[in-house]
């Protein structure tokens, strides 16, 4: 059984710095890519940031220069360091990954129980 733990989240000061950690456990034999995803209430689930296995990255208009994702291999874990925070970060942030549990096995899509994240003054 795959999981992805999520931890990191909490309430910050606009200006303020965030970093998110997610850790692929359990039955992981190999890592596609990795990402963040964030909902705010009453909204649509949206990408934030991601990277792929070879280190390509992508970013939503709204948070480029400001957030910066990474990921460990090693460790199966994918980071997102949140700088120069605004209220209109505020939204439970989600990890996903595209795994493959055994050797056998396709890709599969995983997603973390979600981390809130607010930003306020």
């Known amino acids: 059984q795959v999981q992805l733990v999520e931890s990191g989240g909490g309430l910050v000061q606009p200006g303020g710095s965030l970093r998110l950690s997610c850790e692929a456990s359990?039955?992981?034999?190999?890592?596609?890519?990795m990402g963040w995803y964030r909902q705010a209430p009453g909204q649509q689930r949206e990408l934030v940031a991601g990277r792929n296995w070879g280190g390509n990255t992508n970013y939503a208009d709204s948070v480029k220069g400001r957030f910066t994702i990474s990921r460990d291999n090693a460790k199966n874990t994918v980071y997102l360091q949140m700088n120069s925070l605004k209220p209109d970060d505020t939204a439970v942030y989600y990890c996903?990954?595209?795994?493959?549990?055994?050797?056998?096995?396709?890709?599969?899509?995983?997603w973390g129980q979600g981390t809130q994240v607010t930003v306020s003054s």
């Open positions: 359990g039955s992981v034999w190999s890592i596609g890519a």
């Open positions: 996903n990954a595209q795994i493959r549990p055994y050797y056998y096995s396709g890709l599969e899509n995983y």
